[in-house]
């Protein structure tokens, strides 16, 4: 499993996170079809979700409840520990296509 050498704090008066960059959005999806779990969370996620997820680019801000939406559909996917290790780890590695 992966473990970070560095953890860097927030700048103090940051405030609450509010959205991620999409990015973390669209290679968690890429990873769920290169493995043949979409179709499943598409399903779980529903139609309207869906549609509303897949507007989002790269470099746009996904908000929060969006992207809670997103995970709370993959941890109903039942993944192995293995299974997220593999995904986490192809996404960060220096080869992964950057979007």
């Given at each position: 499993?992966?473990?970070?050498?560095?953890?860097?704090?927030p700048e103090p008066?940051?405030?609450?996170?509010?959205?991620?960059?999409?990015?973390?959005?669209?290679?968690?999806?890429?990873?769920?079809?290169?493995?043949?779990?979409?179709?499943?969370?598409?399903?779980?996620?529903?139609?309207?979700?869906?549609?509303?997820?897949?507007?989002?680019?790269?470099?746009?801000?996904?908000?929060?409840?969006?992207?809670?939406?997103?995970?709370?559909?993959?941890?109903?996917?039942?993944?192995?520990?293995?299974?997220?290790?593999?995904?986490?780890g192809r996404v960060?590695?220096?080869?992964?296509?950057?979007?």
């Amino acid at each position: 499993m992966f473990e970070p050498d560095v953890v860097i704090a927030p700048e103090p008066g940051a405030g609450p996170l509010t959205a991620v960059r999409g990015m973390l959005l669209m290679s968690s999806r890429d990873e769920l079809k290169a493995l043949g779990h979409y179709a499943r969370y598409a399903e779980l996620l529903g139609p309207e979700r869906l549609a509303e997820l897949e507007v989002y680019h790269s470099s746009a801000w996904v908000p929060l409840d969006s992207m809670r939406a997103h995970y709370s559909s993959c941890d109903l996917l039942h993944l192995s520990p293995h299974q997220l290790d593999e995904m986490g780890g192809r996404v960060g590695s220096p080869g992964y296509p950057r979007m």
